[in-house]
């Protein structure tokens, strides 16, 4: 079997990578990385490219367009067809943008459409809402947007901070983007305008409840 060919661009811890490799490293998973790009030497993520054995570059290009243009060459060059975001802190380049559209996914710690840009837990626990939970969507040129392809719910705690409220996030992160991943490598997803038509999945048929109490009964 042909495993789809990715490229993961990071800044930074590079956890998200972590799982992909994770996953990948079932040879029944239909994806590969064959190629991680940084923009930033010091990337903790570039570590476990290494240590996976898979080819990693850092691109310290400040210019954006010039970053795109050595990106999309290292990309092209590695026969990638899918890109897949994962902490990456740069906005991208519409060109490339263009280049990749429909072939670029990237995952952020919020229920898109709210929170997009910077801090999404923060803004969570601001705006005080009981779930948020993390997004896996293609990339579009305004940040955070685009066809959503999955997301995963996660509860706000009475007790919850950002680094809490973050944590609980980023273990659900870890989940949703592998799968994410194997629904486009097995071409199961349809964009259809700004939605994503996902074939042979089976969709919770739940509501959840936050606090979750039961209701008081008239004799309780
Ligand atoms: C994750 O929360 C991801 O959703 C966001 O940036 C963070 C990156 O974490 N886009 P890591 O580098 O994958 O550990």
Request: glycine fraction near 8%; include cysteine.
């Amino acid at each position: 079997m042909a495993r789809l060919k990715i490229g993961v661009l990071i800044s930074g811890r590079g956890s998200n990578l972590q799982a992909l490799i994770d996953a990948a490293a079932d040879p029944g998973y239909p994806a590969e990385i064959v190629i991680v790009i940084s923009n930033r030497a010091d990337a903790p993520g570039l570590g476990r490219a290494a240590a996976a054995g898979i080819r990693h570059i850092t691109i310290p290009e400040p210019g954006r367009a010039a970053f795109a243009r050595a990106a999309n060459r290292a990309l092209c060059e590695a026969r990638v067809e899918l890109v897949a975001l994962a902490g990456f802190m740069r906005i991208l380049d519409t060109v490339f943008v263009e280049q990749w559209t429909d072939r670029m996914v990237n995952i952020h710690p919020s229920l898109l459409p709210a929170f997009p840009g910077l801090h999404p837990q923060r803004q969570a626990l601001a705006a005080g809402v009981k779930f948020s939970g993390c997004t896996v969507h293609f990339v579009r040129a305004a940040v955070d947007t685009g066809p959503i392809i999955s997301q995963a719910i996660v509860p706000v705690e009475a007790g919850d901070d950002e680094d809490g409220l973050s944590a609980r996030i980023l273990a659900a992160e870890h989940r949703l983007y592998p799968l994410a991943v194997r629904l486009y490598a097995e071409g199961r997803l349809h964009i259809e305008g700004n939605r994503v038509r996902v074939t042979g999945a089976t969709m919770p048929d739940i509501v959840v409840l936050n606090p979750a109490e039961r209701l008081a009964s008239p004799s309780g």
